[in-house]
């Protein structure tokens, strides 16, 4: 059985940095074609894609942010850290994190996905 | 800056059947974009129902289907029951960037 549950600071200044952790169960981000990804959103808004980092430590980040973004792993403990530098109030958002599959045979993808998420954590900005 | 493209919202009476669609600013969706539908209800995480445009996840109810149309993927819903009220979003895999669309908010009347 597959879980995700995200942690961190509930309330964060401007300008400071953001530092999340998605702590799993029942995979192993060592394994081929599996990923970590973190979405956010903020208060009545849409879903927002923000990093993703794969098995093999390859890294990708929404091209947006990525100049704030750092995305980690630590496969001994099972967790996947995500670090936003300079915070602004319109970063308050729920931030998710979601267990992700790539499937790929002999260089040839059939699957890309996205499926089960942690319940995700509400951080606010705010002096 | 790629845009993924939902219809703001729809309306569907109980036990009818509703499409919603998700486009893309580069074009016409393929099936190589991977395209993926969530649900999500107030206060709650969102639930993966689709992925890769047609495939069902195990715990996916038989009533929704995903396919490509127009140029677009699309979600449709079978017979829909008023707890299909809700968001859905789809997304979109560019190659190594992920893009969410901006959801549709669909109410079951």
């Known amino acids: 059985q597959i879980t995700l549950k995200e942690s961190g600071p509930t309330l964060v200044k401007p300008t400071q940095t953001l530092t999340l952790t998605c702590t799993f169960s029942?995979?192993?981000?060592?394994?081929?074609?599996?990923?970590v990804g973190w979405i956010r959103q903020p208060p009545g808004k849409a879903l927002e894609w923000l990093a993703l980092?794969?098995?093999?430590?390859?890294?990708r980040y929404s091209p947006s942010l990525k100049s704030r973004l750092t995305i980690t792993k630590d496969t001994s403990k099972n967790q996947v850290v995500l670090t936003m530098t300079n915070m602004d109030p319109v970063d308050t958002a729920t931030y998710y994190c979601?267990?992700?599959?790539?499937?790929?045979?002999?260089?040839?993808?059939?699957?890309?996905?996205?499926?089960?998420w942690g319940r995700g954590t509400l951080v606010t900005v705010s002096s | 800056q790629t845009v993924v493209t939902q219809e703001p919202s729809l309306t569907v009476s109980p036990g009818g059947t509703v499409t919603l669609t998700c486009a893309s600013s580069t074009g016409a969706v393929t099936s190589g974009y991977y395209p993926n539908w969530f649900q999500q209800k107030p206060g709650q995480a969102p639930r993966a129902l689709i992925y890769s445009t047609s495939n069902k996840h195990s715990w996916t109810p038989a009533r929704f289907s995903g396919s490509l149309l127009g140029g677009k993927a699309a979600l449709t819903l079978s017979g829909v029951q008023p707890e299909d009220e809700a968001e859905y979003y789809c997304?979109?895999?560019?190659?190594?960037?992920?893009?969410f669309g901006g959801g549709t908010k669909l109410t079951v009347l």
């Open positions: 980092i794969y098995w093999d430590d390859d890294k």
């Open positions: 979601a267990h992700q599959v790539f499937d790929c045979t002999n260089g040839v993808c059939y699957n890309w996905y996205f499926d089960l």
């Open positions: 029942g995979f192993s981000l060592s394994t081929s074609g599996v990923g």
């Open positions: 997304l979109l895999y560019y190659g190594g960037v992920v893009v």
